[in-house]
Structure formats: C-alpha cells, structure tokens
C-alpha cells in the first residue's frame, strides 16, 4: 500500500529495541480516511492472495492498537469485530478462551481474553492486527481461534518489521494467507526502509 509507506517513510520514527513510532497516524491519533483504505487494501490483497472474503464471519484482533485496522475491515466486509481484552471486566463470563503474549511497549506479559459468547466453533476468521513483528500476539490470537474451534482463514498486518522472526513464527503454525501492508527494514544506521 503505497499510501501507507509514504506515511510512514514521513511520519514514522525507530525508537529502537525494535519499536516504530506511528502513534501520529495509526494507534495514538488514527487517520481515519487512511485506516479505511487500508481495510479495502486489506480485502483487495487477502483476495488477491487466494482467499475467499465472502466466507469470513468475524475479524480477530488484539487491544487497542489493533482495532481501528481490524473495525476498517470489518465495516469493509460488513462482519463483527472482536477484539481480545487485555484486563476481564466484570461482564466477561467465568469461562473464557485466554493467551499470553509479551508485550515490548509495555515491557511485560499481557494476557488476551476473548468471551465464548463471541467466538464460535461455526465462525471463520480472518486476524487483522497493527504489527507482525516477534507474532507472539498473533500466535496467541490464533491459538485463541484453535481453543473455540473455529476456523481461521487468513492473517492481515499493517505493518511488518521484516527484521524480526514474526512470518516465521506465524507460518509455523498456519498454513493460508498472512499478508502485510507495508514491509518496514533498518539499514545499518537504524534507518526505516520502507516498502509498500
């Protein structure tokens, strides 16, 4: 997606320990208009790759950062959207499908929640998430489509850190589609090389 590397080649900043800064346009302050193209993009390249969009029910993401891309997509295909908390509130059920993944920005390790009333043995489900970078929130988040026996169809990224072992991890253990809007590399002096 061009648009989005453009946005991150001006806007973008490497902080270091493997953390983009896009909080400007992407999980701080949302440029709405940008994040609705990336939900048709999203669409357009899952297709693209193969995959039947008409058949997806639900979109799976993780708090917070996640959502906008994921809600995007979800208006896109005219599907739910559900996102897995990081903290039960008090109207969550007892029995609930749960991962732990760590978490770099917040330098610890998050648990992700998601009610069984949401998530459903019938339901296929697409993943759409802010980064691919380590994958361990995205290995959580299908390991929390595994646990309610529903059937995952494709994973989607805004932005993949190609630097780190994310692909890697997630074609470990799913076999279909996993796509990236926008493919982010450092050069030797930690320089964001972008492509879209």
């Given at each position: 997606?061009?648009e989005l ?28 208009g ?5 939900g ?13 969009v ?8 993780a ?6 891309p994921?809600?995007a997509?979800?208006?896109?295909l ?7 908390r ?10 609930i499908?749960?991962?732990?993944a760590?978490?770099?920005t ?8 998601v ?24 290995v ?10 529903a ?25 279909g589609p ?8 450092l ?10």
């Open positions: 997606m061009q590397a453009e946005r991150i080649e001006t806007d973008g900043v490497y902080l270091g320990q493997g953390i983009i800064k896009v909080d400007g346009f992407l999980n701080h302050q949302i440029d709405s940008l994040v609705m193209r990336m048709h993009a999203f669409v357009a390249e899952l297709t693209a790759a193969g995959l039947d008409n058949g997806v029910t639900k979109i799976l993401t708090e917070s950062s996640g959502i906008s994921a809600l997509t979800g208006i896109v005219g599907v739910p959207v559900i996102y897995a990081k903290k039960p509130p008090l109207t969550m059920s007892q029995k499908f749960t991962a732990e760590p978490s770099r917040k330098g610890d390790m998050v648990k992700l929640m009610s069984p009333l949401y998530l459903l043995p019938e339901d296929r489900v697409l993943i759409i998430d802010d980064f691919l970078a380590t994958g361990q929130t995205l959580g988040l299908i390991d929390i489509v595994g646990q309610a026996e059937t995952l169809l494709g994973v989607g990224c805004v932005i993949e850190k190609v630097f780190e072992p994310g692909r890697e991890r997630i074609t470990a253990v799913f076999d996993v796509i990236s809007l926008a493919k982010v590399d050069d030797g002096d930690d320089t964001l090389l972008v492509d879209g």
